[in-house]
């Protein structure tokens, strides 16, 4: 193949290519993920507190990662995020979601529920009094005899006199075998029901109840109703889950960040287009549409990995132009060196190339290292950073090597672009001798 | 083209340095810096009143539910109608109690909280000054292996003050460090050696030429040779941080201003920190201070 054919076929390579991430890309809204900060949401870390009876140990965490998920899709949450950190932590992002303040409750709440058997001393107290006295540290309840662990199902109704709102809870076979063999054994005692150490409400137990069903009073409203079926459909968690960070940002400011960044990157293109144009002439053309391809192709690429779109992220990517346009300026001012040198225009666009390409195949590999390193070792934002990095600087270089190289060399054939002053210089010193 | 002294007059570009630095270095040591929550931990909310009100007027909004727990509410106007809020780490429980009495008393509307437990800043500062360390010995071992250890180090040298000065201008005028200004000196770190090895890869070339040049000579003419690039893409790099700095909005500001003075100060570094440097060690290497000698003898005896 002749080196004219090779450099079409190049080009031809990274015109399909830029086909193909326009197709991926296009349309926008769908293709393109992003992050929290651009469209409002929840951002949260959790992290697992273990007690001596139960350690936060893979299989537990594997088990609160469930609960997790379930408590999320139950909130209806378009496209939740949820990823483990390290061995205790999990990250939690729900993007556009209405009420943050209550999502943010239903995440973390333990949700142990423990039925047991009021003590006698404490049979006269009403259910504040009880709680209050449970909370000064006093014994008002006997030994657990059930958890949430034997309900399969939960739902809310109303009293029928009252219309106060009323948790129905069923039981497994097993559990309901277990909350009969107790309610026959303790008529006429009270039932205390706990929700995370708080007596929800204890009522006297009239007669043994066998259906495997049951009611959940005392709930103050219908809010606070819907909040406790949730987590006891999604069952408990196996420790209990700190908030170590939480982020909320809200639609508006989202959006206006977004159109921030946005007005950002077009304003930095056009001033950069605007300066090659001064400085190169008619070869800015060229690197204007180096960096065209540039940044189709890191978009698309950004799109088919599945790569959120954050506001660190486009402020990478304002760095990444400058980087770009710098790929063409190394070669341009090596180009021009050649021709101050001596050499011919034509040669001087592919030994100019060649020069330059080392060059920035340097500097792109110890920016590249860097770019790994803040990957594998730095947290959120820096990682996300960091990958925009590193596949920018692959684009780079590929653009670089696929198209700016066979573009130069088939402008060399063409006697138009043959002329030193087409590409910023000043003298013509070998037109001259 | 005309010639300038990179390297004839490093005592004038290293002085010039020296002094930035000191003002950096007395700036951090007087200022400090002011880290954000997420290095500190505490909760951070952004509200934005229908119209405008005043610090005082959040200030009794909120009395009642920042009183009773004694969160040092911190309250700070960001713009007409914009307020931030600044507690120690809050429940979310207590975040929505907040935002309800705002929202109630001034009719504002959350835009955004952010809340960090102490416990977790630290861990992120540390993985972040662990990554930080990590790369530049990985980067040591990289550039002393592609090109030499003294580039290497010199580079690094370069690094250390453009990362100073970010750091020191930022304790100077007092901005908030927050991920993002992290991410930004991250950045900084990338494109300093970067700058300096497309300097240093010009020097490396034009080692053949060192039998007629002396190193600091060579060092220069490379200098010269890169120059119009290295403005040139200053220029291209400093114009869309320039944009988001001056014409972006608040949010973007804060990297754009960390990456700004990042990137003024690597590019400065490389031509007149790195390379006056990397002369100054190498002709100490007895070769080239041999090669030194005899052109300062054909200078003299040419002219005498």
Known sequence: MSPTQWNWLTIGLVALLVAGAVYFIYPVSKSTKL?????????????????????????????????????VDRLGVAEPQIERQGEDHFLVQLPGIRNPEEALEIIG???????????????????????????????????????????????????????????????????????????TKNVNKRLAIILDQNIISAPTIRSPITGGEGIIEGIESLEEAKKVT???????????????????VGPTLGRDSL???????????????????????????????????????????????????TLPGIAGTILMIGIAADSSIIIYERIKDEI???????????????????????????????????????????????????????????????????????????AFFRKPWMIGLRARPQEAA | MRRFEFMANWRIWFALSGVVLAVAIGALF???????????????????????????????????????????ALIQPAGNRTILIRTTSLEPAEQARFIKVLKDELGAERRAIESVGAAWGRQITQAAVQALVLSILALLVYISLRFEFKMAACAIVALA????????????????????????????????????????????????????????????????????????TSAATLLPVGAILFLGGETLKDFAFALFVGISSG?????????????????????????????????????G
């Open chain 1, 35 to 71: 992050g929290l900060d651009l469209q409002g949401g929840i951002h949260v870390v959790l992290q697992a507190v273990g007690t001596a009876k139960s350690p936060v140990t893979p299989e537990a965490m594997d088990r609160a990662e469930n609960v997790i998920r379930g408590r």
């Open chain 1, 109 to 183: 709440q333990t949700a142990l529920l423990e039925f047991a058997i009021v003590e006698k001393n404490y049979e006269g107290l009403g259910d504040e009094e009880l709680n209050e006295a449970k909370r000064q540290g006093e014994k008002v309840a006997g030994p657990t005899l059930l958890t949430g662990d034997a309900l399969s199902d939960a739902f809310v109704s109303f009293d029928p006199t009252t219309g106060a709102p009323i948790v129905n809870f069923k039981l497994k076979r097993t559990g309901s075998k277990t909350f009969g063999d107790i309610t």
């Open chain 1, 230 to 248: 949730l987590v006891l459909q999604t069952g408990a968690l196996p420790f209990s889950l700190d908030i170590v960070q939480n982020q909320t």
């Open chain 1, 259 to 309: 159109v921030e960044g946005l007005r950002a990157v077009v304003l930095g293109l056009i001033f950069v287009a605007i300066y090659l144009l001064v400085v190169y002439r008619v070869f800015a053309v060229l690197a204007w549409i180096s960096l065209g391809v540039f940044g189709v192709l890191l978009w698309g690429l950004m799109t088919v990995m599945g790569v959120t779109l």
């Open chain 1, 340 to 414: 101050r040198a001596g050499k011919t225009m034509r040669t001087a666009l592919e030994t100019g190339f060649n020069h330059g390409f080392q060059t920035f195949l340097d500097a792109d590999l110890v920016s590249f290292v860097t770019a790994l390193i803040l990957f594998y070792f730095g947290v959120g934002t820096v990682k996300g950073f960091a990958f925009v990095l590193m596949l920018g600087i692959a684009c780079d270089l590929f653009t670089a090597f696929f198209f700016k190289r066979s573009a130069l060399a088939l402008m060399g054939r063409v």
């Open chain 2, 30 to 72: 007087v200022n400090g810096l002011r880290y954000g929550i997420e290095f500190t931990g505490g909760t951070l909310m952004e509200i934005r009143a229908p119209k405008a009100v005043s610090v005082g007027e959040v200030r009794d909004a909120l009395r009642t539910v920042d009183a009773e727990k004694g969160r040092g």
């Open chain 2, 161 to 232: 003050h453009d990362i100073l000065i970010s750091i020191g201008i930022y304790a100077l005028v007092g901005r908030e460090v927050t991920p993002a200004t992290v991410a930004a000196f991250l950045t900084i770190l990338g494109y300093s050696l970067y700058d300096t090895i497309v300097v240093f890869h010009r020097i490396l070339e034009n080692s053949s030429k060192l039998v007629k040049l002396t190193y600091s000579q060579m060092a220069n003419e490379s200098v010269n040779q890169v120059l119009a690039r290295s403005i040139n």
């Open chain 2, 267 to 303: 590019a400065f570094s490389s031509i007149f920190t790195a390379s006056p440097l990397l002369a100054l060690w190498k002709e100490r290497e007895p070769k080239y201070t041999a090669l030194r000698r005899r052109a300062q003898k054909a200078a003299a005896s040419s002219a």
